[in-house]
């Protein structure tokens, strides 16, 4: 892509190899579900709703590197009216966006992740996400942080009736 820097009087055209990305997926809780954050169960007493497995941070993190690359986002890809991606397993679908990116020569510099709760405690779940999610996008683990808040009871998460994922990344040509 070709942006313009400005240097003195005159501006030059360069090319800039790194681009960001932003993700944001909201899902409703569900009994009889399990709850998967990050290719990781955590033990609660509902799970997520979803036409997949509803991983809502997987699905914040695919829209950030599909938005970074500038290639639509997860339901352009997997559309939820195909049967092929009932009951999902989205660590297969962030392994499939990691090949689209490749395809283009972009490769992943880091990615930064907000988990939005109420309930259930996270943080003892973190680190094993973090470690999953470091795998598949094949990144040292402290280039993939991964967070978790509240909303201080406001709000369809603070009734605990979600969970709600942001998501940036960046990623640079190859
Ligand atoms: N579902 C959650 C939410 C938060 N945490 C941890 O608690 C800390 C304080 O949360 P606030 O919403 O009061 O900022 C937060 O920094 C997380 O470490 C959690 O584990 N699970
Ligand atoms: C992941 C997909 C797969 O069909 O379904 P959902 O689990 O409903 O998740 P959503 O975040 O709504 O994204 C749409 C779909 O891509």
Known sequence: MAGVAVIGKGAITVKLDIR????FDVHAFAKGRKLILGGVEVPYEMGLAGHSDADV???ALCDALLGAAGMNDIGHHFPDSDMQYKD???TLLLV????LLREKGWG?????????AQAPKLASYIGNMRARMAGLLQLEQDAVNIKATTTEKLGFVGRKEGIACEAVALIAKL
């Open 96 to 99: 499939h966006v990691m090949g």
């Open 88 to 90: 999902a397993d989205s």
């Open 20 to 23: 960001i990305g932003h993700g």
């Open 57 to 59: 941070l997987i699905h």
């Open 108 to 116: 992943v510099g880091n990615v930064d992740i907000t988990l939005m």
